[in-house]
């Protein structure tokens, strides 16, 4: 079935640092994809959202590539700050449908 | 502008007690849903509802697991006789009804079962 796989955390980095979080999935048609973030006590809220390959979705200095050809969907950021600190998670629709198909999700720790 | 609330956010309950968890959605969202994250795994579809009506519970427990939204009040996920393998974060969803995958997410409530 379809599924979704994120990189373990935790991630550790001091702040200014690059951030790369990778996702991947799996599939039987063309998915959207997603990030979602958890701040610490908080529910998940959308971050950034691709619906078709090479697209590319970017909120807040994150940005994820769709891309089909390794069914991935990795999360980067340039510089991170103290307040990204929060655990991110990974997801996917099939044909705009309610049922979002979550990865593990990667707790992020950035450190002054 | 309030977000999707949930309560209680902790809930502890001892083997065989009933749980009821709490979900009132955004304003102007009629679409709910349910997920839940057990320890170290993503979270799981569990229910989709509407006003009234069970649209999808492909994802709930055969036995035990209930859900309501009535027409007045929250939507309830209810777990009767809770078990040690119920202990996980729920959380509920809603979105407006042209949109059903953008979702809007409450904080969970993190259920203890002793």
């Known amino acids: 079935g379809d599924s979704v796989t994120q990189m373990e955390g935790p991630v550790t980095l001091s702040e200014e640092a690059c951030l790369t979080i990778?996702?991947?999935?799996?599939?039987?048609?063309?998915?959207?994809l997603f990030w979602y973030v958890q701040y610490p006590g908080e529910g998940l809220q959308l971050l950034l959202k691709?619906?078709?390959?090479?697209d590319k979705g970017s909120n807040k200095g994150f940005e994820a590539t769709y891309r089909k050809e390794t069914t991935s969907f990795h999360l980067e950021k340039g510089s991170v700050q103290v307040s990204d600190s929060a655990v991110y998670f990974c997801a996917l629709d099939m044909d705009s449908s309610y049922k979002l198909i979550f990865g593990s999700g990667t707790r992020l720790l950035v450190r002054p | 502008n309030a977000g999707v609330m949930q309560n209680p956010r902790h809930l502890v309950r001892r083997r065989g007690q009933e749980a009821r968890l709490r979900c009132s959605p955004m304003?102007?969202?009629?679409?709910v849903y349910w997920y839940r994250q057990l320890p170290e795994e993503g979270l799981k579809f569990m229910v989709y509802l509407q006003k009234e009506n069970i649209i999808d519970e492909s994802g709930m427990p055969k036995e035990r697991f209930s859900a309501e939204f009535p027409k007045e009040g929250p939507s309830i996920l209810r777990i009767q006789q809770v078990v040690r393998g119920d202990s996980a974060a729920y959380f509920c969803?809603?979105?407006?009804?042209?949109?059903?995958?953008?979702?809007?997410f409450g904080p969970g409530t993190r259920l203890t079962v002793l």
């Open positions: 691709a619906t078709k390959a090479d």
């Open positions: 990778n996702c991947t999935y799996t599939a039987t048609g063309y998915p959207s």
């Open positions: 304003k102007g969202h009629s679409h």
């Open positions: 969803a809603s979105s407006p009804k042209d949109q059903m995958n953008e979702q809007f």
